[in-house]
């Protein structure tokens, strides 16, 4: 048995990977298979380019007046703003932390799950701050080196989804609202998240999860699929 750490694609998450074999050379080799964990959070460094059709762990720092809608409705997009009109969110949880300005009990950070699609880099180097959405892009990416603190925008609202509270200084509000979150994900129905069931590994996702062939039997996997364990042909 060895287990070594490798990944099926230059841009997916890393995988351990557990092999179990015959060691003699007399025996036929009866059994091989994979057990995979996979790092779900997603979380990037604010350095870091958000990579095409992704999802990420963001940030969006509001009033905890308007955390409920937000949480019960989804957002409303800024008609304008550094980056144009879209939703404001970071990657870096101190950026989220100053706004809306205001006293800091008045201040909620919600813990967002976003789907970025085609992405746009805005540097000191773009002509236009605003027209990327125009250009096809769906999310804009404004570095942490432009302004200090990465941000980014997202067009479409529906893109967000608010998974937690990373913030607030009220327990009984903070409580009040992670249940709201745990009701509206419970009450959602899958088809208005357009989520598909990959038939691979059977998590619900956006996004299709490209199949694999085992180096072994040859059976169609998913990468994401917990463990695989290859059968003798004919059972």
């Not at 007046?65 to 990657?91: D, E, H, K, M, Q």
């Not at 998974?163 to 509000?173: E, K, M, R």
């Amino acid at each position: 048995m060895y287990a070594k750490n490798c990944s099926l694609k230059k841009e997916q998450p890393k995988f351990i990977v557990i092999s179990y074999c015959c060691l003699s050379a007399k025996m036929p080799v009866e059994f091989s298979g994979w057990e995979a964990y996979c790092d779900k959070s997603k979380h990037l460094k604010p350095g870091q380019e958000p990579k095409k059709s992704h999802g990420y762990t963001m940030y969006h720092g509001t009033l905890k007046t308007n955390a409920p809608a937000i949480i019960s409705s989804g957002f409303r997009p800024s008609l304008g703003g550094t980056l144009g009109p879209g939703v404001y969110c970071s990657r870096d949880i101190n950026k989220a932390m100053r706004y809306p300005p205001c006293a800091p009990n008045d201040r909620v950070v919600l813990k967002l799950r976003v789907r970025v699609g085609k992405v746009k880099r805005i540097d000191m180097q773009s002509l236009n701050l605003t027209s990327w959405h125009q250009n096809g892009y769906d999310t804009a990416w404004l570095p942490a080196s432009v302004l200090g603190l990465e941000e980014d925008c997202v067009f479409d609202p529906k893109r967000l989804t608010v998974i937690g509270i990373a913030h607030c200084t009220d327990n009984s509000v903070k409580s009040s609202l992670e249940s709201l979150i745990k009701q509206k994900s419970q009450s959602q129905d899958p088809k208005e998240k357009d989520l598909k069931l990959c038939k691979g590994c059977g998590m619900q996702t956006q996004d299709k999860h490209t199949m694999e062939k085992c180096w072994s039997c040859k059976a169609s996997i998913c990468p994401f699929m917990k463990n695989h364990v290859c059968r003798k042909k004919g059972k």
